[in-house]
């Protein structure tokens, strides 16, 4: 049946603890900050009295959406961000509204992924103390672009204006290697090693700025988290991989919810009953392989992936969670093999840290 297919800018929402709420966003869409103030009133409710706002892999999107979310955190007419091009004048955004969540630990994951409008709420939260930054630099996007629209119906999106931090940052990375480089960047932070922490991207003193708590912090090429997590790649292997260009893990998991979904949701009621009692077992992964075979992904018979089991049925039960309730039970499941999550969550639970930072929010 043809209906439509609503596009939320929220994945999840959940409470890891009796007091510690999670939110995934993944774009900032036109609804990205009322879904997330919805999810916020939702966890309060449930007793939420810390946050995790997970970025990691959110592009961006609008602009005005960066700023009316990171006004939810920051109070007393506190700047976000500011904008300001050859042509245009400075204009600054400030914070205008009782934010639904100004007190509280805050906790903000963020990777080389994570873009724009989601750099400009990282920032500002960094640059106030407002709470803390976990994950990998961000990718560094700071261009205002307007699109002009030609005789012919084609456009050209323009650059008008960079945007700033509240401390003065330019997040942009520089484009002095061309246009090559800045595409491969990703790579070239992988290559040179620093998405695994063997090398440190190297800012000159001239890019230092410093956050309400005095806290140094670097312009130019991207936000750098508080505390760095490495990239994982441990469970890496070439089954695997091709598995997942394939599309295997996603078509099975929903076939295998498909022929036994009366029995698994009168066995599971809820995601909590589902974490706790289901496992993939050997059976499971038999039926697994059998669908990839037949889908023509077959194994190296040398090859041993044994290092990947523990990724591959953490995967297959958080698909299979999301096909018998939503994408929150995916990111539930999923998140317990993520390395920035449960650093997240070590880190927003460790009150010394905070203090020894003078995240207090007291500037």
């Known amino acids: 049946?043809?209906?439509?297919?609503?596009?939320?800018?929220?994945?999840?929402?959940?409470?890891?603890?009796?007091?510690?709420?999670y939110v995934k966003l993944s774009r900032f869409s036109a609804t990205a900050t009322a879904e997330v103030k919805a999810a916020i009133v939702d966890l309060k409710s449930q007793g939420m009295e810390?946050?995790?706002?997970?970025?990691?892999?959110?592009?961006?999107?609008?602009?005005?959406?960066?700023?009316?979310?990171?006004?939810?955190?920051?109070?007393?007419?506190?700047?976000?961000?500011?904008?300001?091009?050859?042509?245009?004048p400075k204009k600054e955004e400030k914070a205008k509204v009782q934010g639904l969540f100004e007190e509280g630990n805050l906790v903000v994951m963020i990777d080389q992924n994570s873009a724009s409008a989601s750099e400009i709420v990282s920032g500002a939260v960094q640059d106030w103390d407002r709470g803390l930054l976990v994950g990998r630099r961000s990718f560094g996007k700071g261009l205002v672009q307007r699109a002009y629209y030609l005789p012919d119906r084609s456009a050209v999106r323009i650059t008008i204006a960079k945007y700033f931090t509240p401390s003065g940052r330019f997040i942009q990375k520089p484009y002095d290697e061309g246009r090559e480089a800045y595409r491969m960047d990703n790579l070239e932070r992988y290559e040179s090693g620093e998405l695994m922490g063997k090398t440190q991207h190297e800012f000159p003193d001239?890019?230092?700025?410093?956050?309400?708590?005095?806290?140094v912090v670097y312009s130019g090429g991207g936000i750098v988290p508080d505390i760095f997590v490495p990239i994982d790649t441990s469970f890496n292997s070439e089954y695997v991989a091709r598995l997942s260009r394939r599309g295997i893990l996603s078509r099975f998991a929903l076939e295998y919810v498909d022929a036994r979904r009366n029995n698994l949701e009168e066995e599971f009621t809820n995601v909590k009953a589902f974490k706790a009692g289901f496992d993939v077992d050997d059976t499971i992964l038999e039926e697994l392989y059998a669908y990839a075979k037949k889908n023509e992904v077959e194994p190296k018979e040398d090859e041993d992936f044994s290092n990947s089991l523990p990724w591959l049925k953490n995967t297959i039960k958080a698909l299979i969670a999301r096909d018998l309730w939503k994408s929150a039970a995916y990111f539930e499941i999923a998140n317990e093999m993520n390395p920035i999550y449960k650093e997240a969550v070590e880190t927003i639970r460790d009150k010394k840290l905070f203090k020894k930072l003078k995240i207090a929010y007291n500037h």
């Open 1 to 21: 049946t043809r209906d439509k297919i609503p596009l939320f800018a929220l994945d999840a929402s959940y409470m890891i603890d009796e007091t510690l709420g």
């Open 50 to 88: 810390e946050l995790i706002l997970d970025l990691t892999g959110n592009g961006g999107g609008y602009l005005n959406e960066a700023i009316s979310l990171a006004d939810e955190f920051l109070n007393d007419d506190k700047l976000i961000v500011y904008t300001e091009g050859r042509a245009y």
């Open 206 to 215: 001239s890019l230092k700025h410093y956050t309400a708590g005095n806290r």
